[in-house]
């Protein structure tokens, strides 16, 4: 009896074993290390009980590593060590030492088919059968640039800027603080100039504004043809320093977006000054065509003075609100009044705009709208995640727990938006992921599973897309 039980649990321990190493072999062959999050799932999907104890089932096999929630190869070959009742006459065999391959996989090299975009685990792990992305290119006319330079060396004409290099694309931001040096963000990067900074540097600088900055929580001007933005930084009530946010209109990138947004609600979200302001005003111009498209423009930053417009959003019909927490009452008021196909807005800020959103989007009207932030991040913003469908806690069952958590993250209700699309700079440029069927994915982004995306980024005067399968960790 107890030679049944032993005989019984060392079979397990093999089944085990051989099913970790065929999971390790189709993830790790090429790329050497993936979220544990995947490899957690993709265990369980096998029928492999991962609740508290992935960690140890990962560092039992003498072959992988687990390190901040990553899992890696810590050798180029996958030495399969199973239990067996007579270990001492057998002892582990070494499976034949398998290359890495030099062809480029994506991290998640799963096979899998496809199912209203959910994604579906086969129990077949052979390295043939890995997912591998679809990546296709074709020619476009390069995107170009427009920036009023001259607007900027105006109001900075008694500082030395000549350090500055006001055509360099990656410049964003510019900061002048009182008794600081004069600095500027470059490629994401602060870089700190000589040019010291007096209280009279910054006077010089609000004088030749065309406004006076406003006292109102907007706090900001917009100047020049291409829509520079300058912001004050308050100190006990008195100006300390300027905030210039260095504007450009961008021609030329609606081929990112064709295919993808026609007919849908989309929303785009990033990073503060990461494009989406200027993604939104292409969005404008192109749907405006055959559309009566209202846009909420309460900063100013779209298209500048009602004057601009035309050259900016087309024949788009602007909206700002005299106050701005008054966005959503701007929202209502297009609804009712102006017979809009589409409104766009361009920064939805309170839960109360959302709720506007939501009830807007029953209408079958289209909704274009930006947000700061990453998708991941936006999923747990409790004051706007509802744009996503929301996010609850649940208690669930063993069988759904996450990596030994009952208590999960799920939706709550319909998302606004059919499209989102997640927007980040890349040493290449800008680099726009598509996720559709926000519904599904959103689901499945929350239970850690991975979802089909599609990349696209403009390279020169090429244009590369890419689908594959992207895990967003929103649940590690």
Same mark, same amino acid.
């Given at each position: ?282 969005? $404008? ?6 559309? $009566? ?40 008021? $297009? ?142």
């Amino acid at each position: 009896m107890l030679g049944s039980s032993s005989s019984s649990a060392s079979a397990a321990q093999q089944r085990q074993a051989t099913i970790v190493l065929g999971v390790a072999r189709a993830l790790l062959k090429t790329t050497g290390v993936i979220e544990a999050g995947i490899f957690g799932f993709a265990l369980r999907e096998k029928g492999i009980d991962t609740t508290q104890k992935l960690k140890s089932i990962i560092e039992s096999t003498g072959y992988l590593r687990f390190d901040d929630n990553k899992v890696y190869l810590t050798r180029p070959s996958f030495t399969r060590a199973l239990p067996s009742s007579t270990a001492a006459n057998n002892p582990p065999r070494p499976v034949a030492a398998q290359p890495l391959q030099s062809n480029p996989v994506p991290n998640l090299s799963l096979r899998t088919v496809e199912s209203h975009y959910s994604t579906v685990v086969t129990d077949d792990y052979d390295d043939d059968d890995a997912f591998e992305p679809t990546t296709t290119t074709r020619r476009i006319e390069p995107v170009s640039f427009e920036c009023d330079t001259e607007a900027i060396r105006y109001i900075l004409e008694d500082l030395d800027i000549n350090d500055l290099d006001l055509e360099n694309l990656g410049l964003t931001d510019i900061f002048i603080d009182v008794g600081g040096t004069l600095s500027a963000k470059i490629n994401s990067k602060t870089v700190q100039l000589r040019q010291r900074i007096e209280l009279s540097d910054v006077e010089t600088i609000m004088a030749r504004l065309p406004r006076a900055i406003p006292t109102d929580k907007q706090n900001r001007v917009i100047f020049g043809e291409t829509l520079h933005r300058l912001a004050a930084v308050m100190y006990d009530g008195e100006i300390s320093g300027l905030t210039i946010r260095v504007g450009r209109k961008a021609s030329g990138l609606l081929p990112l977006f064709e295919g993808l947004v026609e007919g849908k609600n989309v929303l785009l979200c990033g990073a503060p000054n990461v494009g989406k302001t200027t993604s939104l005003r292409d969005l $404008c111009s192109y749907l405006s065509m055959d559309s $009566c498209l209202c846009l909420i423009d309460t900063s100013g930053e779209v298209c500048g003075d009602s004057q601009m417009k035309t050259q900016f959003v087309g024949t788009t019909r602007v909206f700002r609100p005299e106050d701005p927490d008054k966005q959503y009452a701007a929202l209502v008021d $297009c609804v009712r009044n102006h017979s809009p196909d589409i409104i766009a807005i361009d920064e939805l800020n309170t839960k109360q705009e959302v709720e506007v959103c939501q009830t807007i989007a029953l209408r079958s009207i289209q909704m274009l709208a930006c947000i700061h932030g990453n998708i991941e991040d936006l999923l747990y913003n409790s004051k706007l995640n509802k744009v996503l469908g929301g996010s609850t806690e649940t208690l669930v069952s063993d069988m759904k727990a996450i990596d030994g958590r009952k208590v999960v993250h799920q939706r709550s209700t319909r998302p606004v938006f059919d499209v989102v699309i997640n927007i980040k700079r890349v040493p290449e440029g800008l680099e726009y992921t598509f996720i559709d069927d926000v519904s599904n994915n959103v689901r499945d982004m929350l239970e850690g599973k991975p979802i089909q995306t599609v990349t696209r980024t403009i390279i020169g005067d090429e244009l590369r897309e890419t689908t594959q399968e992207t895990l967003f960790p929103c649940a590690l």
